[in-house]
């Protein structure tokens, strides 16, 4: 059982950065994959990105690449988004998940934190 914690959010300007974090409890943050999704009013939960569980390698949605970098560290069982040069369309409830393999669905959630981006 994993839970999951995100903090970080809030109001930016258009071009500011922010960076999100998501705490985990449990022994075992290592052995997870990790992801950050987001999600509008009206719209289905968007991927934006993952890392494995190692953090050597990243993946992120076309709408992420360039502005945005996960990290983690594991020591601290927290997986991070930075977001530079956002946007007012990157305003969005903001959650992270974890997974064991990359044929599993994301089983475990956090609660979601709030990015809002004024023009």
């Known amino acids: 059982q994993v839970q999951l914690v995100e903090s970080g959010g809030g109001l930016v300007q258009a071009g500011g950065s922010l960076r999100l974090s998501c705490a985990a409890s449990?022994?075992?943050?290592?052995?997870?994959?990790m992801g950050w999704f987001r999600q509008t009013p009206g719209k289905e939960r968007e991927f934006v990105g993952t890392?494995?569980?190692?953090?050597?390698?990243?993946s992120y949605a076309d709408s992420a690449k360039g502005r945005f970098t996960i990290s983690r560290d594991n020591a601290k069982n927290t997986v991070y988004l930075q977001m530079n040069s956002l946007k007012p369309e990157d305003t969005a409830v903001y959650y992270c998940?974890?997974?064991?393999?990359?044929?599993?669905?994301?089983?475990?959630w956090g609660q979601g934190t709030q990015v809002t981006v004024s023009s």
């Open positions: 890392i494995n569980w190692s953090g050597s390698t990243t």
């Open positions: 449990g022994r075992t943050f290592s052995t997870y994959i």
């Open positions: 998940a974890a997974r064991r393999a990359v044929t599993d669905l994301y089983k475990y």
